[in-house]
Structure formats: structure tokens, C-alpha cells
């Protein structure tokens, strides 16, 4: 099953648009428990609620070899029909893509990957000609640099825009797999209203839900598709952080529920 038809599938069944992010810094796991007992406890506790998982890479491989280690046990540990999008935000000349795309793609068997277009569409390519995978392509991204460069206006073409929206469009001709969606901050609802409208077939993923105050009912209002989809919504820190002692597994099902009703009530 490709990634976009495994998505639409679980979060039928877990009535869902609620992605986990796995980003655990051990600075701030319980006392006593390891890194991938945590994982494994905040996926038992959370596997009925989401319709995704989204491990970053970073809090992995700064561990080293044991960190990818422990990396590749967490993606085996999720639920087959569950889809896993790797944050991976890679992007480079094409060998080197083709490197990082069989790394994600082939070893850890993530069904997804997040992705930089800086380099162009050469370097995106050996991503998505994987059709069964999904590239999410990084758009207007959650923090406060986006500004630097993605909200800047270019021209083109005597066509003046920002070039986010340069992405978004670019990542329109790229998509001859359909197996390309877009990386959109939820604390910008009128950006994601504008790209909903030009870009009505993307899906969407959200970070900056949570922890970074994303307003969650703008962010739906305005990225909504016509079918009430579209959207895969991200918490991190404020579900695997709702408490740091040993109820913390429970306390993470809780805040995940409520999440997920919260998202619910808006669709």
C-alpha cells in the first residue's frame, strides 16, 4: 500500500488527522527509563489516536551508532498500518540524494520523508521515484527564520510572489508521481488558506501545533480539502512531555486524546 492510501486508511479507523512526533530529548525523559522504552511506551499509549507518526532524525543520530539503532527498533515498533513520515529535511546533489532516499526509504522503511527544495528538482528526484513513498517538501516552515528567506518576494517571469509560493508551485510540476505534499507552519492560516486554494490536491503537514501556539482552528479552517482531509496535524513536545514522571505514557494518551478531539471538531 503507498503512503498517501495507508494514511487515508488509518485515519478512517483512528477518525484521526492527529501525527505524533517522536523527538525525544533525553534530557527530558523520566528518570530510569530508556530511550527506546519511551518510545516504545508513547506509541502503546497513542497508536489508537494518530494517523501518523513523525520521528526526527536529529534526537537519533546524535546518539551515534546506537542512536540509529535505537531509530530503526522505534519504526519497527510502530504498528504496520500506521504510516511514518522520517523528518529528515534532507536534499542534495543527486548521488548523494539517491544515498539519503535508500537510507530512509529501503533501511529504515519509513514511508515518508521530509525534504529541502533548495537544490532543485534533480535533487528531489531520487526521492520520488520511490511512487509507493511520500516526499514532503518544505514550504513556509514554523519558525521564526522562515521569514529570512521563504517570505521573501522574488520575481520571475516579470511574476513577483513569495517564495514559498514559488515552492508550492514547483512542487506542483515536480509531483508526476503524486507522492508529493507540502511542509506548511501552522502559525501562518492565511498562508495555508492561499496555498488550500492554488494547491487543492497537496496534503499538508503541520507542525507548531502545541508547544509553538499554533491556532489550531484557523490552521483547519483554512487548510481543510473539500473532503474534510488534507491536513496531518503535528504535536511533539506537548504530548511526549505532558509529564515527566512515571505516568508519563498515560498523561501522553490523555493530551494526544484531547488533541485529536479538538482537531475533530473542527473538520
Known amino acids: 500500500m503507498d503512503f498517501f492510501s495507508q494514511l487515508k486508511a488509518t485515519t478512517q479507523k483512528n477518525h484521526s488527522l492527529l501525527c505524533v512526533g517522536l523527538d525525544p530529548d533525553t534530557s527530558l525523559l523520566p528518570s530510569g527509563i530508556s530511550l527506546l522504552d519511551f518510545n516504545k511506551a508513547i506509541i502503546d499509549a497513542t497508536a489508537d489516536k494518530v494517523c501518523a507518526y513523525k520521528p526526527n532524525l536529529a534526537f537519533f543520530e546524535s546518539k551515534g551508532a546506537r542512536g540509529w539503532e535505537i531509530l530503526q527498533q522505534t519504526i519497527e515498533y510502530i504498528p504496520r498500518e500506521i504510516p511514518v513520515i522520517a523528518d529528515a529535511k534532507r536534499g542534495d546533489i543527486g548521488n548523494t540524494s539517491k544515498a539519503y ?28 521515484k520511490y ?12 519558525n521564526q527564520g522562515a521569514a ?102 498515560f498523561a501522553a494518551a490523555a493530551t494526544a486524546e484531547t488533541l485529536r478531539c479538538e482537531i475533530n471538531q473542527y473538520r
Not at 131 to 142: G, P
Open 131 to 142: 511512487e509507493n513513498k511520500a516526499v514532503f517538501v518544505l514550504c513556509l516552515t514554523s
Open 101 to 128: 532516499a535508500k537510507a530512509i526509504f529501503e533501511y529504515l522503511g519509513a514511508g515518508a520523508i521530509t525534504v529541502s527544495p533548495y537544490l532543485g528538482y534533480d535533487s528531489l528526484t531520487p526521492f520520488t
Open 148 to 249: 529570512d528567506f521563504q517570505l521573501q518576494v522574488i520575481k520571475e517571469k516579470d511574476q513577483e510572489r513569495a517564495l514559498y509560493q514559488a515552492v508550492a508551485e514547483k512542487a506542483e510540476l515536480w509531483n508526476t508521481n503524486r507522492n508529493i505534499g507540502l511542509v506548511v507552519g501552522a502559525n501562518y492560516p492565511s498562508e495555508i488558506k492561499s496555498l488550500r486554494y492554488k494547491h487543492p490536491n497537496f496534503t499538508f503537514l503541520v507542525p507548531g501545533i502545541g508547544a509553538q501556539k499554533g491556532d489550531l482552528k484557523a490552521v483547519m479552517d483554512a487548510g481543510l480539502n473539500t473532503s474534510g482531509h488534507g491536513l496531518i496535524i503535528n504535536s511533539s513536545r506537548q504530548i511526549l512531555y505532558s509529564s515527566r514522571e512515571k505516568d508519563f505514557a
